[in-house]
């Protein structure tokens, strides 16, 4: 019985999102989005001039539109950036297009039409399926990684990871300093590009402001989540920042270097980096379908992530006095 409450559980973590939304002190005049918005598509942020489909985008927009397949984003003077599967962000640079053609959590695909995009992949889930078009040339993610990609010229990067780009005729695998430019009509051909200099790039120096935000703004969950209640795994909604936010499966580091607290997952308790204390034992208790965080402290990564909720009970519901143990 033990055994099969756990699967269950742990399925419903695989298979879901995650999303905090707290309960006071939300900043925006909108209400926040709800648990199920956060999908492939989301816009998490946007900067100068953003539309969809000829209609401008704004950051009021961020938490509540998405992008269906078949509909396009485009920039200006602008950047945007997009949720995929969780932990992977796709950042869009200036004078740029494109369309997403498949936003399943499984299967994930965006066809770049004009300019640039960079794509961090800071956790890529078993089984999941990213692509990225330029033309009739295809770059799917093989593992975790930053890579960049432009229409004009056609373009492939990869600055950290590997990735499969798939011609017409065949496929070559590129690794971190790895390109394949086909501006001179060569096809697939593999060559190196200089790294130092491509990370002055406008877009890559913003993106990797964008992750260092992010970062941050996932370390102050860490040490404080009062009142944040989670709902899968994956996404979280930051309040105070207005976007969502990256929660991994465990600590790790992105493509840039910053670190992400994780691992308040069933089975972590005592182990890892301090330990979740409480884990599984401790209960994952419900009430009206949500669960809190209450009150989740910590010194880092040594020190763990206790008090509250999590140093004697785990996750509790505000008010919750049953449901599952």
């Known amino acids: 019985m033990k055994t099969s409450s756990l699967q269950l559980f742990a399925g419903l973590l695989a298979s879901a999102t995650l999303t905090f939304a707290q309960t006071s002190g939300y900043s925006n005049t909108q209400a926040p989005p709800s648990p199920e918005s956060v999908r492939p598509g989301s816009l998490n942020y946007v900067e100068g001039q953003v539309s969809s489909n000829g209609q401008p985008l704004d950051p009021h927009e961020v938490g509540h539109f998405a992008l269906q397949a078949g509909q396009s984003l485009e920039t200006g003077n602008g950047y945007a950036e997009v949720l995929l599967t969780p932990g992977a962000f796709l950042r869009v640079g200036p004078n740029s297009e494109l369309r997403m053609t498949s936003v399943g959590l499984a299967d994930t695909r965006i066809n770049l039409g004009r300019g640039n995009a960079l794509l961090e992949a800071d956790e890529v889930i078993a089984g999941t399926h990213l692509e990225v078009t330029v033309g009739n040339t295809s770059g799917d993610l093989l593992k975790k990684g930053l890579y960049e990609f432009s229409a004009n010229p056609q373009d492939f990067r990869t600055f950290d990871g590997k990735l ?162």
């Open 164 to 325: 499969d780009v798939i011609g017409t005729a065949k496929t070559v695998e590129i690794g971190k300093g790895n390109q394949i430019a086909m501006a001179n009509g060569d096809g697939l051909k593999k060559v190196s590009f200089d790294l130092n200099q491509a990370k002055m790039d406008p877009l890559y120096v913003w993106s990797e402001a964008r992750s260092r935000d992010e970062a941050a703004r996932n370390q102050l969950v860490a040490q404080n989540a009062t009142g944040y209640t989670p709902v899968g795994g994956g996404w979280f909604w930051d309040p105070y920042a207005n976007y969502y936010g990256f929660w991994p499966s465990a600590y790790l580091y992105s493509p840039f270097g910053f670190g992400f607290y994780g691992g308040f997952y069933p089975g972590f308790y005592g182990g890892g980096y301090g330990g979740y204390r409480g884990g599984y034992r401790g209960g994952f208790l419900r009430a009206g379908g949500a669960a809190h965080f209450n009150g989740v402290h910590g010194n880092g990564v040594g020190g763990g992530f206790h008090g509250g909720g999590f140093g004697g009970g785990g996750m509790h519901a505000a008010g919750g006095g049953g449901g599952r143990r």
